[in-house]
């Protein structure tokens, strides 16, 4: 059974930092994608940064571009998100996604299989 668990979210003041993780078990974790995701009540669900596990590579979206990083600890099954410089607009409840079956090699917005259940972000300024 494939499962994702997001964690380390919180309330933090503006131009704090937080680090999340995105834990995987079910599944072979290398030689995928796992890609953040954030979303607010009412709007689309947006893609922050994915990884392609084992190789390491990192893609951002243009709003994480020099303030978030995407990581990851194979050891452990999980992938990190550290976020700095964070500014109210990032208050989201964030995801964690997996594609499962390892079919992408660019790590976008597309072609998620699996999703956590979410940890909330919440920024004040």
């Known amino acids: 059974q494939v499962q994702l668990v997001e964690s380390g979210g919180g309330s933090v003041q503006a131009g704090r930092s937080l680090r999340l993780s995105c834990a995987a078990s079910?599944?072979?974790?290398?030689?995928?994608?796992i890609g953040w995701f954030r979303q607010v009540p009412g709007r689309e669900r947006d893609w922050v940064a994915g990884i392609y596990v084992g190789i390491g590579s990192p893609y951002y979206a243009d709003s994480a571009k020099g303030r978030f990083t995407v990581s990851q600890d194979i050891a452990k099954n999980t992938v990190y998100l550290q976020m700095d410089g964070l500014n109210p607009e990032d208050t989201a409840t964030y995801y964690c996604?997996?594609?499962?079956?390892?079919?992408?090699?660019?790590?976008?917005?597309?072609?998620?299989?699996?999703w956590g259940q979410g940890t909330q972000v919440t920024v004040s300024s």
């Open positions: 079910g599944f072979n974790f290398n030689d995928k994608c």
């Open positions: 996604a997996a594609d499962r079956h390892g079919l992408w090699r660019i790590c976008g917005e597309q072609g998620y299989t699996d």
